[in-house]
């Protein structure tokens, strides 16, 4: 059955805490990998797209990774305001979506 | 461009009434699809409509119609509301097909049934 999961669920760091979020699939024939960001009362905001394993983008401090079973997103000195829940997708004839993590970061 | 609207962004209803969720894109996008979310569960696809005229269930479709009579429409019609269909519901489209491309949400939806 193909299935999306993400770790940790939630996520406090400090100002300047540099983590990473895990997005764990097992999904055959994937067609793209991607990352959203959402914040409160609104709807997912595209970040990035990844095609095949040994694929990264970035973009600010975010920086998203692909292997064959997991993606990455790593977040280098965080901001208060990018704190936020972030999804993780995969695609193949639709998407299915991962439930997850709320990263919250504090001054 | 607007991207993907939503309307209302509200709404209560009791159980037994009937209404239409609006969304409408001006990005000129072949695929729009229906989500629901709902805490704990991730957004899950109720509809979908690979372009005008063709329309298909997602992975929750009970309780929901949809039509696509314009590239730019896709209503989300409930039949007779029930307390279980109370969630946010999100509306997407994207270019082409899902598999490769990014979908563009609105802001949602948020619906609650009494």
């Known amino acids: 059955e193909d299935q999306v999961t993400q770790s940790p669920e939630a996520l406090r760091l400090q100002e300047g805490e540099s983590s990473s979020l895990n997005c764990s699939y097992t999904?055959?024939?994937?067609?793209?990998l991607f990352w959203y960001r959402q914040d409160p009362g609104k709807g997912p905001e595209f970040l990035f797209t990844?095609?095949?394993a040994g694929e990264e983008k970035e973009k600010e401090r975010l920086k998203a990774t692909l292997t064959k079973k997991e993606s990455f997103l790593h977040i280098t000195a965080p901001k208060p305001e990018d704190s936020a829940t972030y999804l993780c997708a995969v695609g193949r004839y639709k998407l299915i979506f991962g439930t997850g993590t709320r990263l919250q970061v504090f001054p | 461009n607007a991207g993907v609207t939503q309307t209302p962004k509200f709404q209560v209803l009791k159980t037994g009434q009937s209404m239409t969720l609006q969304c409408a894109q001006d990005m000129n996008h072949e695929y729009m699809s229906w989500y629901r979310q709902d805490p704990g569960m991730g957004l899950r696809l109720i509809h979908y409509s690979v372009g005008a005229g063709i329309t298909d269930q997602g992975e929750v479709p009970n309780g929901y119609n949809v039509s696509r009579s314009t590239t730019e429409d896709f209503p989300l019609r409930l039949l007779s509301a029930a307390p279980s269909q109370t969630s946010v519901y999100f509306c997407?489209?994207?270019?082409?097909?899902?598999?490769?491309?990014?979908?563009?949400f609105g802001d949602g939806t948020r619906l609650s049934i009494l």
């Open positions: 997407a489209s994207s270019e082409t097909g899902v598999g490769d491309q990014p979908q563009h």
């Open positions: 999904v055959s024939g994937l067609r793209g």
């Open positions: 990844l095609y095949s």
